[in-house]
């Protein structure tokens, strides 16, 4: 007599897709200010921390505010003794790490406030990013702890 094996096909679920929840994949932003300037400044700085959670580099590509007329991405690098602002078209966020926008580093220059705003105000915003997520958030003006003069010769 014989005995018959028979194999069983196998059937393999597969759950790797589980361990990368989407709901830990993103990008946020934190501890967002400007910094209060006199009521006359037609152009105030503002700083945040954005994080990169994802797995993937992002890119900042635009930012808008409800009382700005527009926000550029700047950048002020020492140069020669002098702080200059450069204008950056991009901000640059790595997979797994976070931006950090300070007081002589990284900022959003904001243009043309459309009334003077003092510490304590907020004003609404929103930031794209280049996979077309779109977060918004509330900008918050605190008194400036730190002097900062290279904004005075803006041009
Ligand atoms: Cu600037």
Known sequence: ??????TLPLIIVTTLSSHFAIADDKLEIDDAWIAEAPPVSKVMAAYMEIENETRQDRQATSMQCKEFERAEFHRTVDKDGM??????????????SELELEPGGYHIMLFNPARPLKAGDK????MKFDDGTTINFDLEIRKSSVEDHSHHHHH
């Open 1 to 6: 007599m014989k005995l018959l094996a028979r």
């Open 83 to 96: 702080a200059r602002m450069e204008h950056q078209q991009v901000l640059n966020i790595p997979a797994n």
């Open 123 to 126: 004003t609404d915003c929103s």
